[in-house]
C-alpha cells in the first residue's frame, strides 16, 4: 500500500530523461566568468539536471504527440545503457576535473585555490534541488490533469487539453506575479528602506552650511537616506586634498537628493539643481552629473579620486530612485532609475547651456553599474548636438544597455569583444583591470567617452541569446583573468552565467563586478584631463589609495 502510493506520487520517472539532465550536469561543472564553491556548484547542477530532464519530458510529449515510431522493450533497454555507460564515465571525468579547472580560475583572480572538491556536498544539494524541481513538476502536473478532467466534462478532449494548459499557465502566472513577486518586492523595498535610516534614525545634519543636508540647505537632512548622507560626508577635505598634493585645494561640492526628498523624478531633479546653485557648483572647474546604483550607493573608489585629481574644484550631483540591491532594481524598478538619470541631466545640462562658456564648468557624466545604465540612456545625444557635455565615464555598464550595444558592436575588426577598440579612439575608449585608455591611434576628440569593464564581468557580458548559441567573447581567445576551459552547451551556459551574476559582487577587487579605485584612476585622467597631471601623479594617487584615505577609496557593495 505505501509501495504504491509512493509510486504514485513519484509517477513515471524517465531514465533517458534524466540522462539528458546528467549531460547538463556535467556541462555545469565546467568553469565561467566567477569561481563556483561547492554549494553553489551543487545547487546549479540540481536546477540545470532538472531543467534537462524538463526537457527530455516535452520532447517526449512532442514525439507521442506526433505519432512517432517508439522503441519498446529490449530494444529501448539496450539503448538506454549504450547511452548510460559513456555518459556516466563522461560525468565523473568532469566531475573530477572541476576542482582542477576552478582553482585555475581562482589563482587568476588572484585567489587561494580550494583544497577538496567535497563530492558529497555537490551530489547531496544537486539531489535536494532535483527533487524538490520534480515535486514541483508533478504539483503542476497534477493541477493541469485535475482542471482537464473538468473540462472533459463539456467539451471535446482536444479542446479541453489546450484550454487546461492556459488555465495552469494562467494561475502560475498570476500567482508569482501578484502573489509572490509583488510581496516580495514589497518586503525587499521596506525592508532596504528601513535600512537607510530615514528621518528620526538619522544623525545629526552636518554643521556646515556649504554641505547638502545643513540647515542652509534646501534638501532635508532626514529624507536622503544613509548612502546620500556617507556620500556628503566621507568624502575628502580640502585639508586632505591639500596634504597629498602640496598646494592649496577647494572643499568639493557633493549634492545629493534622496528618493524620499521628492516624489517625483523632476521634483528631485529641481531640488537638486536649486542646491547646485546655492553651493556655488556652477562656478567650479568640473562638474558630474553622477548617477548612483539602485540603493542610491555612490562608490568612494570612484568619487574619492577625482576630486583629489582637481585639487576639489569639482562637485558632484545625484539624485537617488530606489532602494533595492542594483540586480533587483534591474529587474523590477527599471524605469525609475532611466526617468530619474533623465530629468537630473535635463534640469542640469539645460541650465549649464544658459552660462558663457568660457565662465561655466567642464561637465561629465558617470555611473557605475546600474547607476552607468541609467546614466548613458539619460545622455540623449541629441540634446547634446548644439551644446555638448564634455566627457562621460561609465564603470560596468549592464548588458542591456543599448548604448553600450551599439557602442560594442561598432568594434573595429579583430579587437576583443571584452576590451574593443572604437575607430581611431578619439571618442571612445575602454579600460580594464589591464588597460587605461592611454592607447589609441588618435587623440582625444572634444568629447571624451571612456568605459571600464572587467572582461570577467558577467553583469557586463552576459549574453540572453546564450540560450542558443555562444556568446561573442567565449569565442575568442580567452582574457587573462578568463578560463581556458569554456565549454558552450544551449540553456547551461545560460544558467551558468546568470549565476556568475549572483555571484559577481563577491569577486577580488579587480574582477567580476567589483570594481575598485586603482582602476577607476587612469580612466578620470582620460575624461577629465586634470591639469598638469602626470603618469607619476597617477601611480601617486594609485599608491594613497592602497595606503587608504577618508572612506579608503576602495570599492563596495552597490
Known amino acids: 500500500m505505501i509501495k504504491a502510493r509512493i509510486a504514485k506520487a513519484i509517477g513515471a520517472f524517465s531514465v533517458p530523461c534524466f540522462l539528458l539532465g546528467l549531460l547538463f550536469f556535467a556541462a555545469s561543472l565546467t568553469p565561467s566568468l566567477i569561481p563556483r564553491g561547492p554549494a553553489v556548484q551543487g545547487i546549479l547542477g540540481g536546477l540545470v539536471l532538472a531543467l534537462g530532464y524538463l526537457i527530455g519530458q516535452i520532447v517526449a510529449l512532442i514525439w507521442r504527440a506526433a505519432d512517432l515510431p517508439r522503441l519498446k522493450g529490449r530494444a529501448a533497454l539496450a539503448l538506454t545503457v549504450v547511452v548510460a555507460i559513456p555518459l556516466t564515465a563522461f560525468f565523473v571525468w568532469v566531475l573530477g576535473s572541476s576542482l582542477t579547472w576552478q582553482n585555475d580560475l581562482r589563482l587568476k583572480m588572484g585567489m587561494e585555490p580550494a583544497a577538496a572538491l567535497h563530492l558529497v556536498t555537490i551530489l547531496l544539494l544537486a539531489f535536494v534541488v532535483f527533487a524538490i524541481a520534480y515535486a514541483l513538476g508533478r504539483f503542476v502536473a497534477s493541477l493541469f490533469r485535475l482542471i482537464r478532467s473538468w473540462f472533459y466534462r463539456i467539451m471535446p478532449p482536444r479542446r479541453a487539453n489546450v484550454l487546461g494548459l492556459l488555465t495552469v499557465v494562467l494561475i502560475l502566472f498570476v500567482a508569482t506575479r501578484d ?15 528601513a535600512a537607510q535610516e530615514l528621518f528620526q534614525n538619522a544623525p545629526p545634519a552636518p554643521d556646515d552650511p556649504r554641505m547638502t543636508g545643513s540647515a542652509a540647505s534646501l534638501i532635508d537632512w532626514g529624507a536622503m537616506g544613509k548612502p546620500g548622507r556617507d556620500f556628503v560626508t566621507l568624502g575628502p577635505t580640502a585639508e586632505d586634498i591639500a596634504d597629498f598634493t602640496g598646494r592649496p585645494a577647494l572643499e568639493p561640492i557633493r549634492v545629493y537628493v534622496g528618493r524620499a526628498n521628492g516624489d517625483t523624478a523632476q521634483e528631485r531633479a529641481e531640488l537638486a539643481l536649486a542646491e547646485l546653485i546655492r553651493q556655488g557648483a556652477f562656478e567650479r572647474e568640473v562638474l558630474i552629473v553622477a548617477s548612483p546604483t539602485g ?6 573608489g570612484s568619487h574619492d579620486p577625482v576630486e583629489y585629481m582637481h585639487g576639489g574644484d569639482i562637485a558632484t550631483v545625484a539624485a537617488q530612485y530606489s532602494y533595492l540591491q542594483s540586480p533587483l532594481a534591474l529587474i523590477l524598478e527599471t524605469r525609475t532609475g532611466l526617468d530619474q538619470a533623465t530629468a537630473l541631466q535635463e534640469a542640469v545640462h539645460g541650465y549649464w547651456r544658459t552660462l558663457p562658456r568660457d565662465a561655466r564648468p567642464r561637465l561629465y557624466v558617470h555611473g557605475l553599474s546600474l547607476g552607468a545604465w541609467s546614466s548613458m540612456y539619460a545622455t540623449n545625444l541629441f540634446r547634446l548636438l548644439n551644446d555638448p557635455i564634455d566627457g562621460a565615464f561609465w564603470a560596468g555598464p549592464p548588458f542591456p544597455s543599448a548604448f553600450w550595444n551599439h557602442v560594442q558592436n561598432q568594434r573595429n ?26 592607447e589609441a591611434d588618435a587623440e582625444w576628440g572634444t568629447m571624451r567617452i571612456a568605459f571600464l569593464q572587467y572582461s570577467s564581468d558577467p553583469i557586463v557580458f552576459y549574453d540572453p541569446s546564450s540560450l542558443w548559441r555562444a556568446p561573442p567573447w567565449m569565442l575568442e581567445p580567452p582574457a587573462e583573468d578568463m578560463s581556458d576551459h569554456f565549454v558552450f552547451l544551449p540553456v547551461v551556459t545560460q544558467f551558468q552565467l546568470a549565476l556568475d551574476m549572483a555571484l559577481a559582487f563577491g569577486a577580488p577587487p579587480g574582477h567580476g563586478h567589483a570594481y575598485y579605485a586603482q582602476d577607476y584612476i587612469p580612466p578620470w585622467v582620460q575624461v577629465t584631463a586634470p591639469e598638469g597631471w602626470t603618469e607619476a601623479d597617477t601611480a601617486r594617487l594609485r599608491a594613497h589609495c592602497d595606503n587608504g584615505f577618508k572612506q579608503g577609496c576602495q570599492a563596495g557593495a552597490p
Open 179 to 193: 502573489g509572490i513577486v509583488d510581496r516580495v518586492v514589497t518586503g525587499l523595498d521596506e525592508s532596504y528602506e
Open 295 to 300: 540603493t542610491g550607493w555612490m562608490d568612494p
Open 413 to 438: 575588426p579583430g579587437s576583443p569583444w571584452v576590451l574593443p577598440t572604437i575607430g581611431d579612439g578619439s571618442l571612445v575608449r575602454y579600460a580594464s583591470h589591464s588597460a587605461d585608455a592611454s
